[in-house]
């Protein structure tokens, strides 16, 4: 039936199941090592992100269980004072690092090109390199732990301990590093999202008609490109003073360690909302769905999203209200921290009323908005608290702190993530999740953290300081952990019922159906899971709800090519069609120029002659990379 | 599964796009965004540490300003060959573009030997103390991008000269590289300042 096509056949010249089958022809992964190496598919790396930070997930979910069984009991000697400074850092730096922030992109570098009509992400190659470099990244941290090199630092690594006189071998250098391979990862797909919201959204979807959940990406997109800069500035400046003797955080030669903190949270506050503000579009895409209406103040969401992905970069000094800075700049910073409750709280609002005016159905997605709710409001409220700064000097560094921050981010972005799964998960693998588990997921998950983390508010405030590897029984602080340790066993239970769901589904589940919840948006209009091309026809839209407009049938444009991977680039404010663009084709170049990479930032933690020698193979990989290959992608 | 139901006619639109309607154009934006943000940051962790410091430059004379000068007026001088080559590669001009690549490719090697000369001009080294680190790694992230356009450079000149070289997408790909190589260097002339102009304020 498939004879070699023709130069410039269009889809118009073909019936649709012939279309179907050049379409996956053209834009296929083919078997084998090489094609999985190769592959440039958006959905495919996509898998391979969520399935990896779910996994990084596990594993800091495991060091988690660790401290609380050493915390369970005063005095207790399971794990020594130096291995749970490593633990507690891993924890950290892996739930931040390796978990929080991928997860989040991963889902977008999924969902975003399929909510927007096109084929692939934009630079679909840099998507395979940034998954590749992440994945890179997260072996190194996880490999150096098992030889007891890893981190003990803490995950915000704080000079001068992490500095060449305090922190000694290379354990510092693994952090540091580690953030050099994520926040590189990181920004590719930052910069993918924005280029493909900006340019490659279906004809018709003008900026107001853009789904809530892709708005919130492209914030975030923006929010990791301001921010994650000056964490690679801070973490190569340490490895600098720690490998060459540059002083930047030695004050006796002129540097200052203030400045660390200062670059650290101009990065380290950002951070909260890059993994704050997808789980928002989540929450919204979801209410939506189950309250079937119309999302109210739609352009309120989009404005709140906007101003905190700003209002986020005035807050950092409020991580640093104990260290003695002047009072006036104190003031401001509790100020600014206040305000961004603003549009949070539109938001909320927002929420509410559409929920009030609509005739809400509690699916297990629904379950997880509700548990967001009133976990983040509890720790959005927190935050008020711990904005004044004499309330913060109480506090800092108190168990208090791990509560409000735990909350916020548990809270804030994993219930909403969990419950996105739960939604999304009939469109990625074709089947449905189990209702009946789900709401058994729901439930202990949401018991659990509250029995595990509202009373380490008390804890903190009769006076427990975090990252201490136990306690004497004289200061009572014993039943309250013993409570918690047990509680965090409900709540890992839910997560483990989560992944057996998840796993036992995947192949056991009901069959989906392109569009199981009824929902408004374009990854809905094409089947379960979707296609290698996405959309056999390029969506039109006419509106902020598509599929809801027109019950029965989609608006489609033709007179695209087949014979090669074509999909169509369109203005940035009115979506107008302006050309019609090739999407690479898979490369093995882009894992390559990974590995060449990866080579020279672990290389680079004993010499710096690396980065001199090391940039030869880059290089090389990288003109594989680029250099014309004359397919038809290339040659039109 | 829902019926298409088709309403455009999107047959007539070229295959390829320039500048705004181009991808590698937005992608090139946005990169120059992330490295605009680290230079605009590490300045700021220049002007912090001049902050915390009793006098600057800490324990050595201002950098010498000859050879920072000489490297400033060649790159503000390729300027000119940048934009026509724009424009050229705009016009598809094959044979014009070729050629300015060509003098690209000079006017990038030309500020290597000064570039070293402005290292050795610093009169201090990076690890003799904080301003001595600030001033290197600010110079030396500056030289890397520089550097590493030089290298895209280079590579451009081979592709164009090949059989590859007549192709809208690659005219596409030397209007990036120009458009890069201005922010390299309107990127530069604030960290001039900063690095030779500061140290002989305070």
């Known amino acids: ?636 | 599964m829902r019926q298409p139901r088709v309403v455009a006619d999107l047959s007539k639109l070229p295959l390829h796009g320039f500048e705004t309607a181009s991808l590698t154009w937005w992608g090139t934006l946005a990169f120059m965004l992330i490295e605009g943000t680290g230079f605009l940051l590490t300045i700021a962790v220049y002007l912090y540490l001049v902050a915390v410091a009793p006098r600057w430059p800490i324990g050595a004379p201002p950098p010498d300003w000859r050879a920072g000068t000489a490297t400033t007026l060649v790159l503000l001088l390729s300027l000119v060959p940048n934009v026509m080559i724009a424009r050229a590669a705009e016009r598809q001009d094959i044979r014009r573009v070729r050629v300015l690549l060509i003098v690209m490719a000079a006017f990038g090697t030309a500020p290597i030997p000064l570039r070293v000369l402005e290292f050795r001009s610093l009169n201090v080294l990076w690890d003799s103390n904080a301003y001595g680190s600030v001033t290197w790694f600010l110079l030396g992230l500056h030289s890397t991008h520089f550097v590493t356009d030089l290298a895209e450079t280079f590579v451009l000149v081979a592709v164009m000269f090949t059989r590859h070289g007549e192709n809208r997408r690659r005219f596409g790909d030397v209007q990036d590289n120009a458009l890069y190589w201005n922010f390299v260097v309107f990127t530069w002339l604030p960290i001039y300042a900063v690095l030779y102009g500061v140290p002989r304020l305070t």
């Open chain 1, 1 to 636: 039936m498939s004879g070699a096509l023709e130069q410039d056949t269009r889809d118009t010249a073909l019936p649709p199941e012939r279309l179907a089958c050049e379409l996956a022809r053209v834009w296929r992964t083919p078997p084998g090592l090489l094609g999985f190496i190769g592959t440039v598919d958006h959905k495919r790396i996509a898998h391979r992100y969520i399935a990896t930070a779910f996994v990084f997930l596990a594993l800091g979910g495991v060091l988690a269980l660790a401290m609380r069984l050493q915390l369970a009991r005063p005095e207790a000697r399971l794990i020594g004072p130096d291995r749970y400074n490593q633990i507690f850092t891993m924890h950290g730096a892996t739930m931040m690092f390796l978990f929080a922030v991928p997860v989040m992109e991963a889902m977008a570098v999924y969902l975003v090109p399929l909510m927007v009509g096109t084929r692939n992400i934009a630079f679909p190659r840099l998507n395979a390199f940034s998954y590749w470099i992440y994945l890179a990244g997260g072996i190194l941290l996880w490999a150096a732990f098992a030889i007891d090199m890893g981190p003990d630092v803490g995950w915000f690594a704080y000079v001068p301990l992490s500095g060449p006189n305090y922190g000694s071998g290379k354990r510092a250098d693994i952090w540091a590093q580690m953030i050099t391979f994520t926040e590189l990862a990181a920004l590719a797909v930052a910069v993918e999202i924005v280029v493909t919201v900006l340019k490659q959204r279906a004809p018709g979807m003008s900026l107001d008609r853009i789904p809530l959940f892709v708005w919130s990406m492209l914030v975030t997109a923006f929010a990791v490109i301001g921010a994650l800069p000056a964490i690679m500035v801070a973490s190569t400046s340490l490895i600098l003073d720690r490998l060459v003797g540059t002083h930047f955080y030695n004050p006796s030669e002129g540097g200052d360690v203030l400045l660390w903190q200062h670059l650290f949270w101009f990065f380290g506050h950002p951070e909260v909302y890059i993994i704050f503000l997808p789980a928002v579009g989540m929450v919204s895409t979801i209410i939506t769905t189950f309250a079937r209406r119309p999302v109210f103040g739609y352009l309120a969401l989009v404005l709140s999203a906007i101003s905190t992905g700003v209002l986020a970069f005035g807050l950092w000094v409020h991580h640093m209200f104990a260290t003695g800075l002047p009072r006036l700049g104190e003031s401001f910073f509790t100020a600014s921290s206040m305000a961004i409750a603003i549009p949070n709280g539109v938001q909320i609002f927002c929420w509410l009323a559409t929920l009030a005016l609509g005739r809400p159905v509690l699916r297990v997605p629904m379950l997880f908005v509700l548990a967001f709710f009133f976990t983040f409001i509890i720790g959005g409220m927190t935050g008020v608290m711990v904005a004044s700064v004499p309330l913060d000097t109480q506090v800092h560094d108190t168990y208090f702190v791990v509560a409000h921050f735990h909350y916020v981010l548990i809270g804030g972005s994993v219930f909403p993530l969990i419950g996105a799964v739960y939604y999304w998960f009939p469109k990625i693998t074709g089947r449905m999740m189990s209702e009946y588990v789900g709401r058994w997921v729901a439930g202990l998950l949401f018991a659990g953290f509250n029995l595990t983390f509202f009373p380490m508010h008390i804890l903190g405030l009769i006076g427990m300081p975090r990252r201490v590897y136990t306690y004497p029984a004289s200061l009572s602080w014993g039943g309250l952990n013993l409570f918690v340790s047990m509680s965090a066993v409900v709540l890992a239970l839910g997560f483990l019922l989560f992944f057996v769901d998840a796993l036992r589904s995947m192949r056991g589940g009901a069959v989906a159906g392109s569009d199981p919840w009824g929902a408004p948006t374009l990854e809905w209009a094409t089947p379960s899971p979707p296609p290698s091309y996405n959309f056999a026809y390029i969506p039109v839209v006419n509106g902020l709800y598509p599929l809801w407009d027109d019950a029965t049938g989609v608006n489609v444009a033709t007179g695209l090519r087949v014979d090669r991977r074509e999909l169509i680039v369109s203005s940035v404010t009115e979506a107008r069609p302006e050309a019609r663009e090739s999407s690479p084709r898979n490369s093995v170049w882009p894992f390559w120029t990974a590995i060449a990479t990866s080579v020279v930032l672990i290389w680079s933690i004993f010499s710096p002659w690396a980065v001199v020698w090391g940039s030869v193979p880059i290089g090389i990989a990288l003109i594989g990379w680029f250099w014309p290959k004359a397919t038809p992608e290339d040659l039109a």
